[in-house]
Every structure is written in structure tokens, then in C-alpha cells.
């Protein structure tokens, strides 16, 4: 069983909603801890509120969590007390093994020094010798990308160079433990799966990681496990895309309940995206007797019913409706499940409307694929995305387990023969 190197018991911070108040409170607090006496720290004075509010976890070596929540929810404060730069007003923190961490864009870097010197300060802060950062230069060098500004002040440096610097030092530290904050939004697409791949390689050589995104994508890709804060209190610890699920909850607009499906009670959560003039008001899967259906073998029929509304009459023409489908690791497997152009002309939106979409053969391989439905296009024509919470579950029927080996994400059946030969 692999050794435990983070514990969190009860942590909290607090903080002041007023500067004047904080530095009356200061003094005193010295004065407290010099003589001994409580500064009673468990509790609040005046303009104080809790940033964090009794946070417990638990971490084994090579474990991955993902923070996530709405803005003001803790996450960045309680990922600073993990790095040791907030101490907790009350509860504990236990770090086992060395630390790296990547909080805030340009952390640890003094502005007027070089790309090249504030590599060997930023390692020097992580507790890298010297000698060890002379063997790895050229990698970090490599990785971070910097080009002909390597000896160039880093006040030059546009945020993306920062991060990519920062990162690539915190990575080539071989910490055992690694903070990633937001900082990874920055970096441009090619930058992000370079990191994305080389967290993974990191993973295998048994680094923990602790991860803070607002990308819930990101989330789901790195981190099996996950807590969920808000207002710093701990709301969900555990499976990702159930902390998803709720995260959507509390940063949804109008979130409702939709009709009964036998043995479940499914909900509707709306992202906060769109005009929300048109939105999704009910969702069903039907196998081919009409009846409800969770879970399906691969290469199945499934019908999908959509049900949407508008609260704007003047909307008469129906617009682009998509149904997403998203596999267990986060990535979008197709939006190619649209209505064709033809009906969008043909169909009138006048209040709610009802859609089936029949899909005679659907050949995703096994797994839990989350849905999602999006209501017309991008930027200012799109209306709304909404997120199922029925999990769609498929599976390999007997005879296709029975006669092949399969691993990928869609199955396409095919009729194998040999040829007759041509006539001589």
C-alpha cells in the first residue's frame, strides 16, 4: 500500500474583509503567541470570514486531486497552506517529501534577473541544489521554450513565458508533491498537452499531484479524485465527475428537475453559457420498445428525446441542436448527433417543442459516457448547454465478445470474407 504524504485535518483560514481591522489585529495576536496565551484562532472577530473552513483529506504517494469550485471558494487559499505559505488558523497540515508548486504567474521569480538566473532562484526556493539544477538546465530549457529570452529580464516575459518557465523549473524539480493552480489556462494548446503528457510521465514515477482548474475537462482528464468547495467549506470529496455533477449544480442558471425515469430522478443542469432564450426542458434515452434505458449494449438502438423551450415568441426558426456525447476520460467523442439543415428550415419553434432522433446502431465501445445537449451555435447564437445527469453505461453484447478483441472507442462492424477467385 503506497505511503500516505499528504494528511489535512480540519484545516482552516481565515482572513479580514478590512485592512485597518487586520493590522489592530496583529499585535495582538504576537503578543499572544510570544506569552503563550490562546489567540483563539477557532474563531472570528469583527470583519473576518473563513477562507477555508475545516478542509479534511488524505493522500497516499502518486494520488491525484483535483480542486475545484466556484470563484472565492477556498481553492487557491487552501492549495498556498498545502505549499506552506498560509499557515492554518486552526486544524493541521502534514507534508511527507519535497514540494513543487505552481500557484500565481511569475511566483518566485524576481523581475529584473534573467530567464536563465531565476531558474537557479526558483529552484533554490523549492530546495533544489545547485548542482542538480546544472544537470537538468538544458531540459528545463528545452521544455520551457523560451527561445532568445532566456537571458533577457523576465519583466519582458509575456505570462505565457512565465508559465511555461515556472512550470517547466517545477516539474524538473522531481518533487514528490506538485501544486498546479490555475496558472495552466495561459499556456496555448500545443504548451498545455506537452504539460498534460509530461503529468502523466510524472504519475507513473509516483508523484502526487494536487491540481486547481475551473476547466472541469482538465479536472476530469488528470484527477480521478476530487473536492469540491464552496464558500471553503468541503462540499464533495471523491469520484470526479460526480463532483462534476455537483459542481454544475451550484454554478448552474435555473437548474430544474425533469420528468420521473423509472428509479432515478434525473436532473437538468445549465451551464452558465448562452442567451438562455432556448433551453433544454426534458431529456429521455428510449431503447426500441420506447421504454427508458440507462444501459445499452454496444451497437444497440437508442432513441434520444429532446425537449425544448423558448420564452422569446418572436423566435420562430428552430435553431442548431447537438447532442454531445463525452467518454469516461473528459473528451468530446462526437456533435455530429445535430438536426440536418433541412429540418431547421422546415421546423417552427413556437413555444415547446418535442425532437426524437433515432440511432439505429450505436457503436461506442464499454464505458460511462456523460451527455450534453447544446442549443444553437457559437458566440452570440448560442442559447444554452445543458448536462444530463442520466449516465449513459454501455457494454459488449455476448457475440461480440465471443468473436474478437477490441480496444478503441468506436466499434464498426464489418463483413470479412475471402474474395472468390476471378475466372482464368
Not at 531558474?119 to 523549492?126: K, S
Not at 453559457?273 to 420506447?290: E, I, P, R, T, Y
Not at 454496444?298 to 447532442?323: C, M, Q, Y
Amino acid at each position: 500500500m503506497p505511503p500516505e504524504v499528504v494528511r489535512v485535518k480540519e484545516a482552516s483560514k481565515k482572513f479580514s474583509r478590512s485592512l485597518a481591522q487586520m493590522m489592530s489585529y496583529a499585535p495582538l495576536d504576537v503578543c499572544r503567541t510570544i506569552f503563550g496565551l490562546d489567540r483563539r484562532s477557532g474563531q472570528l472577530r469583527g470583519d473576518e470570514f473563513w477562507a477555508v473552513d475545516k478542509v479534511s483529506f488524505t493522500l497516499a504517494q502518486g494520488e491525484r486531486l483535483g480542486l475545484i469550485g466556484r470563484n472565492g471558494s477556498g481553492k487557491s487559499t487552501l492549495l498556498k497552506m498545502l505549499n506552506g505559505i498560509l499557515l492554518p488558523d486552526s486544524g493541521s497540515i502534514r507534508i511527507k517529501g519535497r514540494v513543487g508548486a505552481l500557484i500565481e504567474i511569475g511566483a518566485g521569480f524576481n523581475p529584473v534577473l534573467t530567464g536563465r538566473e531565476n531558474i537557479f532562484v526558483n529552484a533554490a526556493i523549492m530546495g533544489i541544489k545547485r548542482s542538480e539544477v546544472l544537470r537538468r538546465f538544458d531540459e528545463i530549457v528545452a521544455f520551457a521554450d523560451i527561445g532568445d529570452f532566456l537571458d533577457s529580464p523576465v519583466k519582458f516575459y509575456s505570462s505565457g513565458m512565465y508559465t511555461r518557465l515556472g512550470f517547466s523549473v517545477a516539474v524538473h524539480a522531481e518533487p514528490d508533491i506538485l501544486l498546479i493552480d490555475e496558472v495552466l489556462a495561459v499556456g496555448d494548446y500545443i504548451f498545455q498537452k506537452k504539460c498534460f503528457d509530461h503529468l502523466e510521465s510524472m504519475l507513473e514515477r509516483g508523484t502526487t499531484i494536487v491540481f486547481v482548474s475551473h476547466s472541469i475537462n482538465a479536472v476530469e482528464r488528470l484527477c480521478p479524485l476530487t473536492l469540491l468547495l464552496d464558500h471553503g467549506k468541503p462540499v464533495y470529496w471523491g469520484d470526479t465527475q460526480e463532483a462534476a455533477a455537483r459542481y454544475y449544480e451550484l454554478t448552474s442558471v435555473g437548474a430544474q428537475d425533469t420528468a420521473e425515469v423509472p428509479g432515478r430522478r434525473q436532473k437538468i443542469v445549465h451551464k452558465d453559457v448562452g442567451s438562455k432564450v432556448v433551453c433544454l426542458h426534458d431529456f429521455h434515452l428510449l431503447n426500441q420498445q420506447l421504454q427508458p434505458v440507462q444501459k445499452i449494449f454496444s451497437g444497440e438502438f437508442i432513441k434520444f428525446v429532446v425537449k425544448i423551450t423558448s420564452t422569446d415568441d418572436k423566435i420562430e426558426r428552430l435553431p442548431r441542436i447537438a447532442i454531445r456525447v463525452i467518454d469516461p476520460k473528459n473528451e468530446l467523442l462526437m456533435v455530429n448527433i445535430q438536426i440536418p439543415q433541412r429540418l431547421l428550415r422546415e421546423i417552427k419553434l413556437n413555444g415547446d417543442l418535442t425532437l426524437e432522433c433515432d440511432v439505429p446502431s450505436f457503436n461506442l465501445a464499454p464505458g460511462v459516457y456523460r451527455l450534453e445537449v447544446k442549443i444553437g451555435g457559437d458566440g452570440e447564437d448560442l442559447h444554452d448547454i445543458a448536462v444530463v445527469s442520466q449516465l449513459l453505461e454501455i457494454s459488449w453484447s455476448k457475440d461480440i465478445v465471443d468473436n474478437m478483441s477490441y480496444k478503441g472507442k468506436i466499434y464498426l462492424p464489418g463483413d470479412w470474407r475471402i474474395p472468390q477467385s476471378e475466372p482464368g
